[in-house]
């Protein structure tokens, strides 16, 4: 028992309880984080529509890929194979090519212009995600922010009772 109390103590050392936007103390702060993580969990069980982004947030390397093309697609500015392989330098070029064409292949990923930016070049392929993706992964960020929101909703009830 004494060493989950430590286990205890050194986690919560290290948690940026400040950032949250509701008051807790480091006393009472696992119970609460119990409820919050069974109110986000189901938002990591992709529903079976969601296929495109269960696939691009499958592993390390496709999320790392996937955040660099939806950002890029949001941005409006262009994105290629190189340009992707550059900015994750960790992975090979083989690899992120490797990814790219495999999401591709399956139509999450689309030869497409950039949304704001005109390329001069035309040796250069411009990657946007495919609508669904798109759709899928603004749906699950509005879920996220719903569901922190009810969370948030749910905490304060529970203070308003013990403060009657």
Do not use: H
Request: glycine fraction near 2%.
């Amino acid at each position: 028992m004494s060493d989950q109390i430590d286990r205890d103590k050194r986690i919560i050392s290290e948690l940026n309880l400040n950032k949250l936007p509701f008051k807790t103390s480091t006393k009472n702060f696992f119970s609460i984080y119990e409820k919050m993580y069974l109110n986000i969990k189901p938002l990591f069980k992709f529903k079976e529509d969601e296929y495109a982004l269960k696939w691009c947030l499958s592993t390390n390397k496709r999320m790392r890929v996937f955040l660099i093309i939806f950002e890029a697609n949001e941005e409006g500015y262009e994105v290629y194979k190189e340009s992707i392989a550059s900015q994750l330098s960790e992975f090979s070029y083989k690899t992120v090519a490797q990814i790219i064409d495999d999401g591709m292949k399956k139509g999450y990923y689309l030869n497409l212009a950039p949304r704001t930016v005109t390329s001069t070049d035309k040796k250069i392929r411009n990657i946007r995600p495919s609508e669904e993706l798109v759709v899928q992964s603004i749906n699950w960020s509005i879920d996220l922010i719903d569901n922190l929101m009810e969370f948030q909703k749910k905490l304060k009830k529970l203070s308003e009772a013990k403060n009657t």
